[in-house]
């Protein structure tokens, strides 16, 4: 009778392999990462009469408000300017709830990771699904700014689609990497909030790049300028500059390396973290 002999290298830990394994799997129970974020959004406005609408209104008046106030200031055409602005705030309301929930997306799970095997990429997808479904509630809102201005995109419109994607997938590999860092630093998150608070104004939200002039050949080099412009281009401004395209790929290449280091070296200790 011949005995199997199981031989466990401990140089050799296989962490890649476990990491593709983590990925693949919480891709396969993306059903169950919806579901869980369907529920976190249930839960959340739970007694509320309008929910997650309330997000809706906020935005809506923040555009009336700061519509009239800023196209005053810069000069601008109202019914030019207030498509922009729309689309501006609802894009960086979703960046920047995306990276506040990822920095709580594995502690805030403790429970469910200490009792369940489960693989920790069905948390991120429910982070990222749970702010996409918050972000849902305002699409009614750009296209009735949309029809009252008489804006109406072109055949550009397509390139919202890979747009979509690259904001997607910085998305995911932003949150793999935030919620490792945070869950070992509990300092990280007011770091993070402060950094996204000064990016809103560094970055062409209520004001627009051509008012940098000269200067505005250099906006690539801003990260949450080129995620935000690959989307909002196609839909507000007739396209996306070339340079724009390159920098975004670049700029998803990099964060998606740096969340597969981050994952495949730290995925093991994790449990422990929390």
């Given amino acids: 009778m011949e005995t199997e002999v199981y031989v466990r290298d401990a140089a050799d830990p296989r962490k890649v392999a476990r990491a593709v394994e983590d990925l693949a799997g919480g891709w396969r129970q993306r059903r169950l990462a919806w579901a869980l974020a369907w529920l976190d959004t249930r839960n959340r406005y739970r007694g509320s009469v309008f929910g997650p609408f309330w997000l809706t209104f906020s935005t809506a008046v923040m555009v009336g408000g ?7 200031l810069f000069k601008l055409d109202i ?5 922009f602005l729309a689309v501006s705030l609802l894009l960086w309301n979703t960046i920047n709830q995306i990276a506040a929930e ?3 997306t594995f502690t805030s799970a403790d429970a469910i990771i200490r009792q369940m095997r489960l693989p920790y990429t069905v948390h991120i997808l429910r982070t990222v699904f749970r702010t ?3 972000a849902a509630h305002s699409l009614p809102l750009i296209a009735l700014v949309f029809l009252v201005c ?3 995109p072109g055949p550009e419109a397509f390139l919202v689609v890979p747009g979509f994607i690259i904001l997607i997938v910085n998305a995911i590999a932003g949150a793999f990497f935030l919620g490792l860092l945070c869950a070992r630093f509990r300092d990280i998150p ?5 950094v996204m608070q000064l990016a809103f104004f560094l970055s062409p939200i209520l004001w627009k790049p051509e008012l940098l002039e000269g200067w505005q050949a250099w906006l690539f080099l801003n990260p949450f300028y080129v995620l935000i412009e690959v989307v909002r281009g196609p839909l507000v401004e007739g396209g996306v500059p070339l340079r724009v395209w390159a920098a975004s790929v ?7 390396a740096l969340a597969l280091v981050f994952f495949v070296r730290f995925r093991n200790r ?3 973290w929390i």
């Fill in 66 to 72: 700061l519509g009239v106030l800023y196209s005053t």
């Fill in 79 to 83: 019914r030019l300017y207030l498509p």
């Fill in 102 to 104: 990822a920095c709580t």
């Fill in 132 to 134: 996409l479904i918050s």
């Fill in 150 to 152: 008489g804006h109406l």
């Fill in 190 to 194: 007011p770091i993070v909030a402060n």
């Fill in 250 to 256: 670049v700029y998803t290449s990099g964060m998606v």
């Fill in 270 to 272: 994790l449990a422990f």
